[in-house]
């Protein structure tokens, strides 16, 4: 049996297992950098890059109100919601120019949601074999460029955007 290790993969097994508070609201109490990965903040919402993404450029938004249903927000806060998921769309086809998107929330623990009690919406760009065998097979995601490269060109393209 063939082996690919992904060490870095811990990291994520353990602050998930271990991580006692919300890395939501956690994040949201921090100033904005390459530590949280906040790239944008509204009034209701703000844009965080995912620290394990699927693919790169995989952004989401995520309202500050820590709820785990839509109709537990504000009509405001989700009309902003929809409002930055369609500039992220914007700004990634600009930045990576993907050829698809998937665009959604994963609403309860059953339904794939990571973070079950704070509902965010995935925003992740997609090309032509990104699912190749390393994801179906290996279960392992090759990523093109770092979080920070990602980070820097996702902040930079939305500063800039101009609908």
């Given at each position: 049996?063939d082996?690919?290790w992904?060490?870095w993969?811990?990291?994520?097994?353990q602050?998930?297992?271990d991580?006692?508070?919300c890395v939501?609201c956690?994040?949201?109490?921090?100033?904005?950098?390459?530590?949280?990965l906040i790239f944008?903040r509204?009034e209701?919402a703000?844009m965080i890059?995912n620290r394990?993404?699927y693919?790169s450029?995989?952004?989401?938004c995520?309202?500050?109100?820590h709820?785990?249903?839509?109709h537990?927000?504000?009509?405001?806060?989700?009309?902003?919601?929809?409002?930055?998921?369609?500039?992220?769309?914007?700004?990634l086809?600009l930045v990576y120019?993907?050829?698809?998107?998937?665009?959604?929330?994963n609403?309860?623990e059953?339904?794939?949601?990571g973070m079950?009690d704070?509902?965010?919406?995935?925003?992740?760009?997609r090309?032509?074999?990104?699912?190749?065998?390393?994801?179906?097979?290996?279960?392992?995601?090759?990523l093109?460029?770092?979080?920070?490269?990602?980070?820097?060109?996702?902040?930079t393209a939305?500063?800039?955007?101009?609908?």
């Amino acid at each position: 049996m063939d082996r690919i290790w992904t060490p870095w993969r811990m990291k994520y097994i353990q602050e998930h297992q271990d991580y006692p508070d919300c890395v939501f609201c956690v994040a949201a109490a921090e100033p904005d950098g390459l530590d949280n990965l906040i790239f944008h903040r509204g009034e209701h919402a703000f844009m965080i890059l995912n620290r394990f993404p699927y693919n790169s450029g995989h952004v989401m938004c995520v309202p500050y109100a820590h709820v785990d249903r839509l109709h537990a927000l504000s009509q405001e806060a989700r009309a902003e919601m929809m409002e930055m998921t369609n500039q992220a769309i914007d700004v990634l086809q600009l930045v990576y120019k993907p050829q698809g998107f998937n665009v959604g929330l994963n609403l309860g623990e059953m339904a794939g949601a990571g973070m079950a009690d704070h509902l965010h919406m995935h925003i992740v760009p997609r090309w032509g074999g990104d699912a190749n065998f390393m994801s179906t097979i290996g279960e392992t995601r090759v990523l093109p460029e770092s979080l920070s490269e990602t980070y820097e060109r996702v902040k930079t393209a939305w500063e800039a955007y101009k609908p």
